[in-house]
């Protein structure tokens, strides 16, 4: 069993930053995915970046590239998700997801962590 627990949400202007934080606790596997689901009002939940155990490989979806940056610390079994430029559309619960084989589908994901909110006023 993996708990994720998320931190660093909160209201910001358009054009601000936040950080949000996902802690690993317990066991974790040898090899995993971690990375950011987000969900607005109404809409299904997105995938929006993962990174790999190692670091070395890393995923955005389109309307976040350039804007967001997901970095992990393996010593801490920490995930980030550094989001600066933020727009108004950026806002929606932000969950954190941890998989042993990939994150493409919120359906098939193993873990998840308890959602943080992010609002961007405009």
């Known amino acids: 069993q993996v708990r994720l627990v998320e931190s660093g949400g909160g209201l910001v202007q358009a054009g601000g930053s936040l950080r949000l934080s996902c802690v690993a606790s317990?066991?974790?596997?040898?090899?995993?995915?971690m990375g950011w689901f987000r969900q607005a009002p109404g809409k299904e939940r997105e995938l929006v970046a993962t990174?790999?155990?190692?670091?070395?490989?890393?995923t955005y979806a389109g309307s976040v590239k350039g804007r967001f940056t997901i970095s992990g610390d393996n010593v801490r079994n920490t995930v980030y998700l550094q989001m600066t430029s933020l727009k108004p559309e950026d806002t929606a619960v932000y969950y954190c997801?941890?998989?042993?084989?990939?994150?493409?589908?919120?359906?098939?994901?193993?873990?998840w962590g308890q959602g943080t909110q992010v609002t961007v006023s405009s």
């Open positions: 997801a941890y998989d042993r084989v990939a994150l493409v589908n919120p359906t098939t994901v193993d873990y």
């Open positions: 990174i790999s155990r190692s670091g070395r490989s890393t």
């Open positions: 317990a066991r974790t596997f040898s090899t995993y995915v």
